[in-house]
């Protein structure tokens, strides 16, 4: 728990986005934040692995959208900072976040390469100076189907290709990850950067607080036009994306090693020797990835050696790693509004719970009711408030808890919850199928078990 000598600031929405020239002061001090429209050399991230050093307090993290941060900076550094930055001459993403995936044009199963898409919408947003006029984390997601999922990926709006009769199409979806967001039709390529821009330039005229969730279907007809063709329809696929870890293909010879930070943080001293050690295998490009990834691309000797020099440091290089099924935000004392250190709950999760942290579910662990790792539901997040450690089931962590525990049973409440799955799953079943099987009242009677 925060000391009494620091005391917790309250929250605020959601919706401030730090960038290279807008730190945006936390815990720790200043956060500055940087993305890249391509790939940069394992020499690149070892600079600005310096450079973290050498500002702030060496701590980098990979946001869930693939975004580097420098943390503790002071305004003074964090001036140096942005100076230094910029003369290393990076492909830095500026104005509006249109995401593709790091695979796109190099991915053999890929539908699309959304990269053209994504250029024209950015070009023209640029021109439009729509980023000064939208909310400041509207994004766009261009995903063009393959390897490396984005289906989790927050987008405003969504174009999602797929094959029909050997044309290729677009599937227009608003609001949220694809699971949630609102399918309005779909489009074809030649129409598909227009559509995303009108559809912008609406949001923009509401002001700065209008988002993708706010559109209906009958908005997206009435800016959409003709343009829409709800009458085109994809087959069902049973197709499955794989998780950004491990070895992955990425085009004739060449393949991709994906390794993510632990909870989404790393020293940059560590970062720094798996990039070198990138750099001696002969490895040219890498690209920070969602999910609080890193993708290297190089022959496929060299990823795999580098695949086990990231585990060796503590990278998680598996989907089935226990911490992978853990979302945590940065927490005491990075962030002033946490009221706990997540990331040594987290640790101790990944740990005494590493037997249903199975991948079926993500368990959130936030410092405060903002919910900043994850905006999405989960079925099972806490988080710190001035009364202790909330928890909600099968809910969001700014939602209505279903019940508060003192700080002092953090780790035991934990601890049930282990002995809960060990006691009551059945063979083959998944930690969220016995969840739902259990019910809110099961599971909230076992986290407040007197000791």
């Not at 869930?64 to 941060?69: D, E, F, P, Y």
């Not at 140096?80 to 910029?86: G, N, S, W």
């Not at 190099?106 to 909310?135: W, Y």
């Not at 129409?191 to 923009?204: E, G, K, R």
């Amino acid at each position: 728990m925060v000391a009494a000598a620091d005391p917790v600031q309250p929250f605020g929405r959601r919706g401030l986005c730090p960038a290279l020239s807008t730190p945006m002061r936390t815990g720790d001090g200043f956060l500055s934040r940087i993305a890249f429209e391509a790939d940069i050399t394992p020499r690149a991230m070892m600079a600005l692995c310096d450079l973290a050093e050498r500002h702030g307090n060496g701590l980098i993290d990979i946001t869930a959208r693939g975004s580097l941060q420098f943390r503790g900076l002071s305004p003074e550094s964090a001036c140096a900072l942005e100076k230094d930055v910029l003369v290393l001459g990076l492909p830095l993403r500026e104005g509006l976040a249109v995401e593709t995936s790091p695979l796109a044009g190099r991915d053999d199963t890929e539908v699309a390469d959304g990269r053209f898409l994504a250029g024209e919408i950015r070009k023209e947003a640029e021109r439009l100076a729509l980023h000064e006029r939208l909310a400041a984390k509207t994004s766009v997601v261009i995903d063009g189907g393959g390897s490396f999922s984005m289906v989790d990926l927050l987008a405003d709006i969504r174009l999602k290709a797929f094959r029909l009769n050997g044309r290729i199409f677009w599937r227009l979806l608003v609001g949220g990850p694809e699971s949630k967001a609102l399918d309005a039709g779909a489009v074809e390529t030649g129409a598909a950067a227009d559509v995303v821009l009108s559809l912008l330039l609406y949001l923009a005229g509401k002001g700065p607080l209008a988002r993708g969730r706010d559109l209906d279907r009958s908005i997206i007809k009435a800016v959409c036009g003709d343009r829409l063709l709800d009458r085109v329809t994809e087959k069902e696929t049973a197709w499955s994306p794989s998780a950004p870890l491990g070895l992955m293909a990425a085009g004739k010879d060449f393949f991709a090693a994906g390794a993510a930070l632990a909870f989404g943080q790393v020293r940059s001293s560590d970062l720094s020797r798996l990039c070198q050690g990138a750099d001696m295998l002969g490895i040219r490009a890498l690209r920070p990835s969602a999910n609080h990834g890193m993708l290297f691309f190089g022959p496929e000797f060299a990823c795999n050696t580098l695949l086990e020099i990231a585990k060796a440091s503590g990278f998680i290089i598996a989907a089935g790693d226990a911490r992978s099924s853990i979302a945590v935000c940065s927490g005491a004392p990075g962030c002033a509004s946490a009221f706990l250190p997540t990331h040594e709950l987290a640790g101790f999760a990944s740990r005494e719970c590493a037997s249903l942290l199975d991948g079926s579910f993500t368990l959130h662990i936030s410092g405060c009711g903002k919910g900043c790792a994850r905006p999405a539901p989960s079925l099972l997040a806490f988080y710190g408030t001035a009364e202790g450690l909330a928890f909600a089931i099968s809910g969001r962590a700014d939602a209505p808890h279903d019940g508060i525990l003192p700080f002092t049973q953090q780790r035991t409440a934990l601890s049930r919850l282990a002995r809960l799955h060990e006691k009551e799953h059945k063979p083959g079943e998944n930690a969220a199928t016995l969840f739902a099987r259990l019910g809110k009242e099961v599971i909230g009677a076992a986290l407040r078990q007197d000791d």
